[in-house]
């Protein structure tokens, strides 16, 4: 069975700088995707970010960018230039690929709350 | 366009009831997974319908069920309400490609009393 650890429970960083969320996962699948996911308090879960297992570049979406390892399966975001409104609950999610392109279940991790201070 | 739209946002229950939930998903969007959000044991997988079949299941009791109809639009039911099934249900759908990921809906909190 997969599992998707953050070690971090909560982190605060000051607007304007960067910060790194912590994320690694246990699998014995050699292919598979990982995400990032946004919930702010409104609740809905906003995707942030992708990677596929397969791909050795690292993702990248404007001020977002992992670091992708999967040999130490390991995958982090950094957040650069932290905005007031980056301020939520961040989780890490996994999902193995399944055959004939359907989507599979994503696997959680228990979250990391970030609180962009002004 | 137009989100995953999940109805009603708030819901009440008594112990021993049951509740229906419903998602409809973005439009072309044929899988639609549900997810239980606890403060507890975090999000948790339900089940995921695409073309009306249920493809996938989680670890939960029978209690828990759903279904999806010709035109995408899933409901899950909860029969025999217990008071740990208070949580945040997500629904998400997705098209074909695993790579693109979900797009959520904002939920339905239930409460069960």
């Known amino acids: 069975a997969q599992t998707v650890t953050q070690s971090q429970p909560e982190m605060s960083v000051q607007e304007a700088e960067t910060v790194t969320l912590s994320c690694t996962y246990d699998t014995s699948e050699n292919n598979y995707y990982l995400f990032w996911y946004k919930q702010p308090p409104s609740r809905q879960m906003i995707l942030v970010i992708r990677q596929e297992a397969y791909k050795q570049q690292n993702a990248t979406e404007n001020r977002f960018s992992v670091n992708f390892q999967k040999a130490a399966k390991s995958f982090s975001l950094k957040i650069s230039d932290s905005q007031l409104g980056d301020t939520a609950m961040y989780f890490c999610a996994f999902m193995k690929h399944e055959d004939g392109g359907s989507q599979g279940n994503l696997i959680f991790g228990k979250g990391t709350k970030l609180s962009v201070k002004p | 366009k137009a989100g995953v739209t999940q109805t009603p946002r708030y819901l009440i229950k008594t112990r021993g009831q049951q509740v229906t939930l419903s998602c409809s998903p973005i439009?072309?969007?044929?899988?639609v997974s549900w997810y239980q959000q606890t403060p507890g044991q975090g999000l948790q997988f339900l089940f995921e319908?695409?073309?009306?079949?249920?493809?996938n299941k989680g670890n939960f009791p029978g209690r828990f069920s759903g279904r999806q109809f010709s035109n995408s639009r899933s409901e899950m039911n909860v029969s025999t309400l217990e008071l740990g099934d208070s949580a945040l249900y997500l629904c998400?759908?997705?098209?074909?490609?695993?790579?693109?990921?979900?797009?959520f809906g904002s939920g339905t909190r239930l409460t069960v009393v």
């Open positions: 319908y695409f073309s009306e079949t249920q493809r």
């Open positions: 439009s072309g969007h044929r899988s």
């Open positions: 998400a759908s997705s098209r074909r490609d695993p790579q693109v990921g979900h797009t």
